[in-house]
């Protein structure tokens, strides 16, 4: 006898033998990677809700406002935007004046420097202050102390520029 | 499809049972006579022969197991086409042809009791493999029906590779002694 008829006659055992181990290669592999994709599809699918809440939320808010969903986000984004820029006005109206001494004077503006202390003095020792746009000012010298009320927005160049100037009152 | 229809369709002698079958175990069979081989055409070929093979047989042949039946269809069909191919690898036909004519003049040659024997052994060997726990004998016949590698048989079965490498030794030892004991060796 020698390996071949061995193995033949295994080759030759009855399918009941086989059966189990036919059923056991045919089972479906799941590899380490593919483990990795379904954990992430399940993160994906329990995630879901939550996303369908903030979509509906979102749905729901904008159907409240009567503005349609597309206009929505753009809505919520200038809304968010104008919130943002009321805020900061409100700090900017609290934190926008500042005392400085006239250098020059021109016509609809003057050369200030920011007194020392003055947050303004930070961004630049010289300030165009124009105040064309407002109703009434007061005769401005070189010299004076003046207690400008603005914006909030200095342009920084050299000198910086203050444009939008809502108030201007000599102190001294 | 279920495979009992699909041997219904055999025995009805309706092509599409080749379709189904070819559909449900075409890369299965594929894989079977890949291990065998390791060529692509011969393995298409084999598989090819399967069908037809299987075409043959049912009927009068019903499977109880449509998956092990052609298993062993492709295992033969593959193993014989190696045979085939190494005689013709080691020089031409005219060897093997004299080494078979020579054949016939050695005991136990192609006589009938050679047949005979060799079902003996089949039925030897299955009696063998039912005294085997059942985790053994799947990754016995795994390893020497299939010709799995051990690190395939051993993820089918459930194993480290290195336990089903000594589930096999044991197995293979156990195996020598009981044809010892049934005269064989």
Redesign the interface.
């Known amino acids: 006898?020698n390996e071949h008829?061995?193995?033949?006659?295994?080759?030759?055992?009855?399918?009941?033998?086989?059966?189990?181990?036919?059923?056991?290669?045919?089972?479906k592999?799941y590899p380490a990677a593919n483990w990795v994709a379904v954990a992430a599809c399940l993160c994906l699918l329990l995630s879901l809700p939550f996303t369908w809440n903030t979509f509906n939320g979102t749905k729901a808010e904008s159907m409240n406002t009567g503005f349609a969903p597309e206009a929505n986000m753009s809505d919520r984004f200038d809304g968010m935007l104008d919130k943002t820029e009321d805020s900061a006005a409100e700090v900017i109206v609290e934190a926008s004046v500042f005392r400085a001494k006239v250098l020059e004077v021109d016509e609809g503006c003057v050369l200030v420097e920011p007194l020392e202390g003055e947050q303004e003095r930070l961004c630049s020792d010289k300030i165009y202050v124009s105040f064309g746009k407002l109703a009434q000012t007061p005769e401005i010298r070189v010299g004076d102390i003046l207690q400008i009320q603005y914006d909030g927005m200095i342009q920084e160049t050299y000198p910086a520029q203050i444009t939008g100037t809502y108030a201007i009152q000599i102190i001294e | 499809m279920e495979d009992q229809q699909i041997v219904d369709l055999y025995w009805q002698r309706d092509q599409l049972a080749i379709e189904h079958t070819q559909k449900k175990y075409g890369r299965y069979l594929a894989k079977v006579a890949y291990h065998i081989l390791c060529d692509l055409e011969d393995c298409a070929e084999s598989v090819n022969d399967t069908y037809m093979a299987a075409w043959n047989a049912m009927p009068p042949h019903r499977p109880q197991s449509l998956c092990a039946f052609l298993s062993k269809l492709t295992r033969r069909i593959s193993i014989d086409m190696l045979r085939k191919k190494q005689s013709a690898k080691r020089g031409g036909g005219e060897y093997e042809l004299s080494l078979e004519e020579l054949n016939q003049c050695l005991p136990g040659g192609h006589d009938p009791e050679e047949s005979v024997t060799g079902r003996e052994l089949v039925k030897t060997i299955e009696a063998f493999l039912l005294t085997l726990p059942e985790k053994t004998r799947n990754v016995f016949i795994g390893r020497y029906f299939y010709m799995d590698s051990v690190k395939e048989v051993a993820r089918y079965c459930g194993l480290s590779e290195s336990n089903a490498k000594v589930i096999l030794h044991r197995a293979r030892i156990a195996l020598s002694e009981y044809l010892k004991e049934e005269g064989y060796l």
Do not use: C, F, T, Y
Not at chain 1, 8 to 18: C, F, P, R, T, V
């Open positions: 006898m008829q061995i193995h033949d006659a295994i080759g030759d055992i009855s399918e009941e033998l086989i059966d189990p181990v036919a059923r056991l290669r045919q089972k592999r």
